[in-house]
């Protein structure tokens, strides 16, 4: 190109040696008005080629190998250490200086990919949920254009160095995620390292966020550490290189600082982990009989089909009472007759709220015998997930509960979920918008009454804090649960989490492995163990280093000789079986910077993108956006 340019300039040089009258510069002369004009508009070709943006199909191709390099570092390929790389094919397009054609309209489709893999499990719920299922994974892929959009803005208008734009805009969004449309704290960046649990350590610190900060920080480092060449055989560059452009190939003096400075906090972390993990002393706490059955959710909507699942539970348990455990713990409401709560209320009161149920059922103590005939036999506390009607002062409210028994009380407290599910527990806008009820996979008067307020089981010396479902993905609402404990000397410390989860509606698909690893994550935040009873599975107990523990003791009530919570052969969890799950708890003896001052590391992230956003608006109303946004 430069080579035809430059003849084509010492011809027409030639032709204008000599100086010309003023008189042969008048319009008149036909030559030069003809060669003029074919001069300009070559040279307008020239031009256009030098500044035109480089071809989509580089854009296209980096980002959708950042999706499936992603999609494999997650369930249910679950290789962990892709999750160090799959994100460097889709910073190089946040390094070049000139954003390429089409760029986010490919970056939003790598995503669209991504979420829409992932995310599959949803749509073996109920064939309704095939809209859920997409309609979430549409959201979540919006993430990712705006992340190259915001880190580009960081490195290219502000100078900020792409190793310290790229995590903290990542973390930033992810913190966003957490919060916006009830919140989504799943398939963060930093858990496909939940088997590096020396890594993981950090998150006593800054939540699992900052195990995300460091592996995006990682990649960012590498991304820019790739030569020139790469970027041009991806084209990602166009016809004609820059200055800027130029610059990208030389691996100076910053590039080498960069590096440094990654590497050294890389390994401070790391250090920091193996710290953390030599200062823990685990103590033996309560032997703990976790009961998993293998009923699909659709079994339990059937109330010809209650008995059998009550009797099947009632046979698992009686298996786990022979090991004398302190605590038994069946799934979410996996005992199916309701708990009906008057709360007080005169019959007059109960008349006017609940006219629909007659005045005897609300007498009727059943349920509230066998529960405690069954923590009495066990000679076990129960926590058990059971639906509750209540009265209240206007309605009936309706809760998915854990009820706690004890062998000396009986029933003595309670717990109703808080974060409910959307489309699953309840319909927001239903009102308004009474079409989103498609999205659902239950009739118009479904739903439940989020609970009130956290609870706290107290046994023997123990304090049992309960999560109820996808509660213990969700970060802030966890340490919620065990903040008054570490910011108040008077409050009893919460010695352990239990969850009490149904998986039975995606029938053994990655999903139970996920919302486990997930579920490790808030372990280590606040250096308490977890145990969790799951309808198919995955029930386990999960120490304060985030570490998922082979029990003392797995029965397989499906006589397949399965002996151990993990596959030998495969390496994989057994899922979809009934089984018991024995072990001690170990509890922990360290406190956790997290639970007391919780997410100022992810706050301060999402300032600064909150931050670039609001410039990239003012400059886009401005009319000033430049080229390299």
């Known amino acids: 190109m430069s080579l035809t340019t430059s003849t084509f300039e010492q011809s027409h040089s030639d032709e204008s040696v000599e100086p010309h009258p003023v008189s042969d510069q008048l319009p008149s002369k036909p030559n030069e008005s003809k060669n003029q004009p ?12 030098r500044t035109s943006p480089a071809p989509a199909r580089g854009a296209f191709f980096v980002s959708l190998l950042t999706a499936v390099l992603m999609w494999a570092s997650f369930t249910p390929v679950d290789f962990g250490p892709l999750g160090w790389v799959c994100l460097i094919p889709m910073l190089l397009l946040v390094r070049i200086p000139r954003r390429t054609r089409l760029m986010y309209t490919a970056i939003y489709s790598g995503g669209l990919l991504f979420t829409v893999s992932a995310f599959q499990w949803m749509r073996l719920g109920d064939p309704t949920m095939y809209i859920a299922w997409i309609a979430l994974a549409i959201y979540v892929a919006c993430y990712f254009p705006v992340f190259v959009l915001l880190s580009r803005i960081a490195v290219h208008q502000f100078r900020v160095p792409l190793p310290v734009a790229a995590p903290v805009v990542w973390v930033g969004l992810e913190y966003i995620r957490a919060y916006m449309l009830t919140g989504f704290s799943w398939y963060y960046i930093g858990h496909t390292q939940y088997r590096w649990i020396e890594l993981i350590q950090i998150s006593d610190l800054t939540g699992a966020y900052g195990v995300s900060f ?14 020139n060449s790469l970027l041009i055989r991806l084209k990602l560059f166009p016809m004609k290189l820059t200055e800027d452009d130029q610059k990208l190939n030389e691996i100076g003096g910053k590039q080498v600082l960069q590096t440094a400075v990654c590497l050294s906090l890389f390994f401070a972390v790391l250090g920091y982990g193996y710290v953390r993990r030599s200062q823990a002393e685990f103590q033996d706490g309560p032997r703990t009989a976790l009961i998993q059955a293998n009923f699909p959710s659709t079994v339990k909507h059937n109330p010809n089909e209650w008995r059998s699942i009550y009797l099947k539970h009632l046979e698992l348990m009686g298996a786990a009472v022979r090991d004398q455990p302190d605590l038994v713990v069946w799934p979410e409401t996996m005992f199916r007759w309701p708990l009906l709560e008057s709360n007080g209320k005169t019959t007059e009161e109960l008349d006017e709220v609940a006219s629909a149920i007659p005045l005897d059922k609300w007498k009727d103590r059943s349920v509230h015998k066998v529960l405690g005939n069954m923590s009495q036999e066990a000679n076990a506390a129960l926590v058990i ?26 029933i003595h407290g309670r717990y109703d979920k808080i974060h409910r599910v959307p489309f699953g527990e309840y319909m927001p806008l239903k ?12 009739g118009a008067g479904f739903g439940i009454d989020p609970g009130k307020h956290v609870a706290n089981f107290e046994y023997k010396n123990w304090n049992f804090a309960p999560l109820i479902c996808f509660e213990d993905t969700v970060p802030h609402l966890v340490r919620t649960m065990l903040k008054p404990a570490a910011t108040s000397e008077s409050a009893k410390p919460v010695d352990c989490l239990v969850n009490l989860t149904n998986d039975g509606w995606f029938h053994g698909s990655s999903e139970l492995d996920q919302h486990l690893i997930t579920a490790a994550f808030r372990c280590v935040e606040n250096r308490t163990p977890m145990v969790r009873a799951v309808n198919t599975g995955i029930s386990a107990v999960i120490d304060g280093d985030g570490m998922i523990r082979e029990p003392d003791l797995f029965l397989d009530w499906d006589n397949q000789k399965r002996s151990t919570l993990v596959n030998p052969k495969t390496g994989r969890w057994n899922k979809s079986l009934n089984a018991v799950v024995i072990d001690e708890v170990p509890l922990d003896n360290r406190s956790s910077l997290y639970t007391r001052f919780g997410d100022w590391f992810a706050g301060a992230c999402c300032f600064c993108v909150l931050f670039l956003f609001f410039m990239s608006l003012l400059s886009w109303k401005r009319g000033s956006t430049p080229a390299t946004a």
């Open 38 to 49: 074919l001069g300009e508009d070559v040279q307008n070709i020239i031009n256009t080629a």
């Open 214 to 227: 460091i592996v995006v920080m990682m990649a960012a480092c590498f991304a820019c550490l790739l030569p």
């Open 385 to 410: 997930g059971v639906d509750v009607i209540a009265a209240g002062d206007e309605k009936i409210e309706q809760y998915n509960s854990a009820v706690f028994v004890r062998p000396d009380y009986g």
């Open 431 to 442: 009102d308004t918008l009474p079409f989103l009820q498609v999205f659902s996979p239950y």
